[in-house]
């Protein structure tokens, strides 16, 4: 064998046909000279190995290369899209400066026209200043005697007031007697049905009194009778008497106490006409001092009518602001009237479905009680089946659910105005304030409060309806339970009723026939 490295050394890479043999025996043996053929061998096999490699490497980078030209295609085409609306915004931005120039130009000639105008109107206002002069001269004349109307008002406003107190005093002393006219006629026909209703008792008593009693002591009753009616007749004549008597007292009373007023009234008259009389010599003498000083009157300057203006133009908005803060007031007052109406709503209605259960209860327990006590009370029952006894319960139930349903009459709770009182000039409140925003977040904070509160009566009903569910079910129960001790109705001690329960035949009667209505 071939030894390339020596003897100490064996060749790694070649196979062991290749290899120097170590014994001495198998050195005689023939060598074969093959190197080269495996050499290349392995360098062929490395280069496969190569290929191989590259030719994965070139799978992967083709499936990077699709990968890359599918991003690409959608990167381009995402780029032509943003172009496209670039180039749109650009069109539409060209549109608006081209309108905007031609705007400035209509502001630039609207200015120029406005100078023109401006010195037009400072020229009449001059002229209406001169004309203006002589017509403020002529209403201070006319403001002056308003000024004397009013002060007239003013004294006759208290009489204007009390007269207006009086009508409506009177107003209410008419609907008072309105209501008790309408109480005396619903009294009359009362009492004409009740006299009604004793004739014919009358005469039913007549006929049974005819058939037992003797004449000598009917004509005894008709006496007794008699006497009765005229001590009544007596009795209701004197207290319309008692009564007529306090009236004119109270009469009387009220006579001396407007003749009181009366006087009075006329002597605060002639005082103030006193009064009048000193002021209208003084106000004339004044009159009459000042006549001379008016052709000499200073006209204000325009700075001081400016600030006079700004002043009412600042107290005009101070006002509507109030205002505006009042019809936001009653809205919060309707908005808490609206929250204490729903609450009384839902008071009457449980008072309502309260009382409907205790009457379904305590007819349950009336039943259970005279089957359990008195069962000979009952005789329609006791020939009933277990089944039909259930039943007969179920329907009592059912009976008083319906009831929780009919008996619920309430009034309907005060709603939302249509309109609510907003400030009565609109056009003179200030910029900074915003009425439709403000009237429209009251009004969703209405409706939601009122959508809050109806949910709440929902859910409220629909737990009274489970409870009744439940009341129902343990109810049913519990007679199971009796029914099951006392199957065969075979009760040895029957105790009395207790104070709650203490009926007679009659009134027991009446009970079962309002159970089954």
Request: charged letters at 35%.
């Amino acid at each position: 064998m071939v030894d390339l490295h020596g003897k100490d050394k064996g060749n790694i890479s070649l196979p062991k046909k290749l290899q120097s043999y170590d014994d001495e025996d198998k050195k005689n043996l023939p060598t074969i000279i093959n190197t080269q053929r495996t050499f290349y061998s392995i360098k062929i096999a490395d280069i496969e190995n190569r290929i191989n490699r590259l030719d994965e490497r070139n799978d992967e980078l083709l499936d990077e290369i699709e990968t890359t030209n599918e991003r690409s295609a959608a990167v381009d085409a995402e780029t032509a899209k943003e172009i496209a609306n670039l180039n749109k915004s650009l069109s539409v931005q060209n549109n608006s400066i081209k309108s905007l120039e031609e705007n400035i130009g209509v502001v630039e000639n609207d200015r120029t026209e406005n100078r023109k105008l401006h010195e037009k109107k400072i020229e009449l206002f001059v002229q209406k200043y001169k004309k203006t002069k002589v017509e403020l001269i002529s209403r201070i004349k006319v403001l002056n005697a308003r000024i004397n109307v009013l002060e007239d008002f003013k004294k006759i406003q208290h009489a204007l007031e009390e007269k207006l107190e009086a009508n409506q005093k009177r107003y209410i002393e008419n609907e008072e007697k309105l209501k008790n006219n309408l109480l005396d006629l619903f009294q009359f026909r009362l009492k004409n049905e009740m006299y009604d209703c004793l004739l014919d008792l009358a005469t039913q008593f007549q006929r049974e009194v005819n058939k037992y009693i003797n004449l000598p002591n009917q004509r005894l009753m008709r006496e007794n009778i008699m006497l009765k009616n005229e001590l009544l007749q007596i009795s209701t004549r004197i207290s319309s008497i008692v009564d007529a008597n306090i009236i004119l007292k109270n009469a009387v009373i009220d006579h001396k106490k407007k003749m009181n007023a009366r006087t009075a009234l006329m002597k605060e008259n002639i005082v103030i006409t006193k009064v009048q009389n000193e002021v209208l010599k003084r106000l004339r003498k004044k009159f009459y001092n000042t006549k001379e000083y008016f052709s000499f009157i200073n006209v204000p300057d325009l700075a001081v009518e400016q600030k006079y203006l700004m002043l009412i133009e600042k107290a005009r908005q101070e006002e509507n602001d109030i205002n505006f803060q009042l019809s936001s007031l009653k809205t919060l007052l309707h908005k808490e009237r609206t929250k204490i109406s729903v609450a009384k709503y839902i008071l009457k209605r449980l008072e309502c479905k309260i009382k409907a259960l205790l009457e379904t209860i305590y007819d349950l327990k009336y039943n259970a009680i005279c089957l359990l006590k008195h069962p000979s009370s009952r005789k329609d029952l006791i020939t009933l089946n277990c089944i039909e006894l259930f039943l007969f319960l179920k329907d009592l139930v059912i009976k008083g659910h319906s009831k929780l349903r009919s008996q619920i009459i309430v009034k309907s709770f005060e709603t939302i105005p249509r309109q609510l009182e907003s400030v009565s000039n609109i056009k003179e409140i200030s910029e900074d304030l915003d009425l439709e925003i403000t009237v429209d977040f009251i009004e969703k904070e209405l409706s939601k409060e009122t959508l809050d509160e109806m949910k709440y009566i929902e859910d409220l009903e629909e737990q009274m309806k489970i409870s009744i569910k439940s009341s129902e079910e343990s109810q049913e129960l519990l007679i199971e339970d009796t029914f099951k001790r006392t199957v065969d109705f075979q009760i040895k001690d029957q105790h009395e009723l207790p104070t709650d329960y203490e009926f007679t035949e009659g009134s027991l009667s009446d009970m079962t026939e309002e159970s089954s209505s």
